[in-house]
């Protein structure tokens, strides 16, 4: 039997049967969606102008694609209470070191090699376990852009090198179901494969020295993706002191948020933004926040609108604010 999905035309009140989606490209069977009954829940934002950020709609057009692969990475007990199916799991804490405290080591660091540089080797291996192969389309999804288990393993791929990588805009799960589908129960797993990095972007990882270097450079602006309370240092978050790297541009992450669905505003909306913040394409883009966490959504959209030179200051405010012997510009000590 040859499986065919019906002609769709936007209609007016659609019912879905998701009849035989292929996953990967791999022998995992027919996943049947019952239909909900339900009509979609809005035609206004059916495709997204983005092209690393989908809308539920999107993602569901490309679900006969056998090279698509989609990548849950929420964290497991999530998961399991109900998933896009088809949908594999690689939770949010597998991309990267470990949380901790300010002053207390590491926290939410990119994985380094000895020369501290980002561990290739290891993000093979991680991608291997879990199946991942160099020609998946893959489709990211979780919480919404800027956090640890939304966008960063899709920054993180674009980094890698994975050029077909795109994130479901949204919280994933709400934006699926309010186009009207349903969830699955059912875990899906892959075969090991053998994932190998071709033309990572080592360039766009920046550590400390990297920073320091390029204060007074004219070609380099500093995004602070952080809130204003963090920029001015009226909150430190128990780092060791408030302020901003000297000449930072402030435009927080959450002003690319359209609503309270945290799905992204368009493109002209989100370009605008960046020009007036005086974050131009014509330089160096350096990222920062406290862990390199809420950059990753400001990294996806700066890609989309052609900027070329993006580049993340990995260990951000997490190292940067606990140091004393860099330059801050309006410094706010901790109180002891």
Not at 13 to 32: D, E, N, Q, S, W
Not at 69 to 92: K, M, S, W
Not at 166 to 195: C, H, K
Request: aromatic content about 8%; glycine content about 8%.
């Amino acid at each position: 039997m040859n499986p065919r999905r019906e002609e769709r035309s936007r209609p007016m009140k659609p019912r879905y049967i998701l009849g035989f989606v292929i996953l990967a490209g791999a022998a995992l069977g027919l996943a049947t969606i019952a239909s909900t009954g339900q009509s979609k829940a809005s035609t206004e934002q059916s495709v997204s102008s983005w092209s690393s950020l989908l809308t539920a709609e999107e993602l569901y057009d490309q679900l006969l694609d056998h090279h698509l692969l989609v990548i849950d990475v929420r964290p497991q007990d999530q998961y399991a209470e109900g998933h896009i199916p088809g949908a594999i799991n690689i939770p949010g804490v597998e991309w990267r070191t470990p949380g901790a405290r300010p002053g207390e080591g590491d926290s939410q660091y990119i994985f380094r090699d000895s020369n501290d540089q980002m561990d290739i080797a290891r993000y093979e291996e991680l991608l291997s376990s879990y199946g991942v192969r160099n020609d998946h389309r893959i489709v990211i999804y979780g919480h919404h852009g800027g956090t640890a288990n939304g966008s960063i393993p899709a920054m993180l791929l674009d980094m890698l090198g994975h050029d077909d990588v795109a994130f479901l805009d949204g919280i994933g799960v709400n934006e699926w179901q309010g186009y009207g589908l349903s969830l699955s129960t059912d875990a899906t797993t892959l075969p090991r494969s053998r994932y190998r990095v071709e033309s990572a972007r080592t360039e766009r990882m920046w550590n400390l020295d990297d920073v320091l270097k390029n204060l007074d450079n004219d070609e380099v602006v500093f995004h602070d993706t952080r809130s204003i309370d963090e920029f001015e240092g009226t909150s430190l978050r128990n780092n060791a002191y408030g302020g901003r790297i000297p000449g930072a541009q402030l435009l927080d992450y959450a002003a690319f948020f359209k609503d309270e669905s945290h799905c992204t505003v368009d493109p002209q909306t989100a370009k605008a933004k960046l020009l007036e913040a005086g974050i131009t394409p014509d330089k160096k883009v350096v990222l920062y926040c406290q862990t390199s966490t809420r950059v990753s959504l400001p990294y996806l959209i700066m890609k989309d609108l052609g900027y070329e030179n993006i580049i993340v200051y990995d260990a951000s405010w997490h190292e940067y604010g606990n140091r004393d012997d860099v330059p801050i510009e309006n410094k706010v000590p901790r109180r002891q």
